[in-house]
DNA sequence: TTGACAACTGAACAGGTGTTCGAGTATTAT
DNA sequence: ATAATACTCGAACACCTGTTCAGTTGTCAA
């Protein structure tokens, strides 16, 4: 004897659109709703029915869910528009001639803020002291760095070879992005592009380092 | 006579285990916990204390609730942990000699995937249909694109002057990334880097535009 | 037709859950 | 001390919500 299948392969009509409003409703309300909620938005006039559509979604993998718990069910894989996010407070801009402004001495007022999905972070560096300055000018090229770019760093005031830091160099008045390499005689700035010459710091010059660069962020939608 | 204050002023210790408990919960079961579920982690012996930490909560504007809604909290805010991502299909890698992989053409095999804050993504290219390939090796270099890098596609066929698109050249099998300028006598791909010169394209030579460039990301955790 | 099965209905039940209230304790200002 | 305020408790209530079940309808195969 022949398995009977369900009546309409794979995901039927009321099947979408039961994942559609959970995906919806929780973009709204940051919680999941109700199986009666579910039932009256998708026109399904039982519990028991939308009860029955949900355990079918669970068996295609498409849902899990908590019984008992109310509102307990989450969406898998792609189908889930929630996730972790990290909120990285833009801080200011960073431009040559400018210091860099580090979160204690910017007053503490993010004019903006850049959200990552932590699943995009660098291991361990989840911390939440992370912030963003807006490159402004194309002084950073060198470091691959373009005007617009956002670059998320994370406060240290030392680093170890081969990072990349942000640093203020007094003598210079200038502000750069640069690999690190402390050396006998000083210290080593690497660009990020082989094609431009490292900066040579001798010991006797100040250096300061405001931040370790986390990521760098390109957002192309200039001319639009 | 002055006005009362909290005794601890600001959030006291048990606001902030509160709202740590609701953050971690809600990661872990992407819906918020109950308000029994609260007070036994937090030790609160009575649902009621629970209730008038949250409406201090609320009142701080660090949390918003649904009122007789099971579980219908969120918080506000940088405390927010969730929100709405895109996941990004990683489709393989773009490198120079190689044909650059479109969604069509690569069999539908996402090997991994980014996760993209929506709120990062620029106004209208939010659609499902983007992908992302992995840089690798130096040769996008003049367009400020490293190895490593992560660049964010939307397949277009066609693109508009301005816009930086992934192509591929026949004649010089090569894939690169350039602004595209469509002039009387054949096509300008501008490299990104201002220092580099563009390349002239004849009108009889071929040009494959892939995919329209939305998006760069750099994490920059070599090294570590 | 008959049987099997998916889709669906309506109602009832049990437990989850937010709310409310009266009362108690601790801390602080006057 | 006294009062005012912040905080805590336990219990009871009413509604929210997932679950269950007996029964109906529609489709398809034998």
Redesign the interface.
């Given at each position: 004897m022949m398995m009977m299948v369900r009546k309409s392969k794979g995901l039927g009509e009321r099947h979408q659109k039961i994942l559609e409003f959970i995906e919806s409703y929780?973009?709204e309300?940051?919680?999941?709703p109700?199986i009666r909620e579910i039932g009256e938005h998708c026109k399904i006039s039982s519990t028991s029915v939308v009860n029955y559509y949900l355990d079918q979604l669970e068996k295609e993998g498409l849902l899990e869910r908590?019984r008992k718990?109310?509102?307990?069910?989450?969406?898998v894989g792609?189908n889930?528009?929630?996730?972790?996010?990290l909120?990285v407070p833009v801080l200011g801009v960073i431009q040559a001639g400018e210091p860099i402004l580090v979160p204690d001495e910017a007053g503490f007022t993010p004019e903006d803020?850049?959200?990552?999905?932590t699943?995009?972070m660098?291991?361990k560096?989840k911390g939440k002291d992370l912030f963003a300055l807006k490159v402004q000018g194309?002084s950073m090229?060198d470091a691959?760095?373009?005007d617009g770019d956002i670059v998320i760093l994370k406060p240290v005031q030392d680093a170890?070879?081969?990072?990349?830091v942000a640093v203020w160099l007094n003598e210079r008045s200038e502000t750069t992005l640069k690999y690190y390499y402390k050396e006998k005689d000083g210290y080593r700035l690497q660009p990020?592009?082989?094609?431009f010459k490292p900066i040579l710091i001798k010991k006797n010059e100040s250096l300061q380092i405001k931040g370790k660069?986390?990521?760098?962020?390109?957002?192309?939608?200039?001319?639009?």
């Open positions: 929780q973009r309300y940051q919680h999941p109700s908590d718990i109310s509102r307990g069910m989450r969406l792609n889930n528009p929630l996730g972790d996010l909120r803020s850049v959200e990552i999905a699943s995009l660098p291991s560096e194309e090229i691959m760095v373009n170890r070879n081969g990072e990349m990020a592009n082989p094609q660069v986390v990521m760098v962020i390109r957002k192309v939608d200039r001319y639009n």
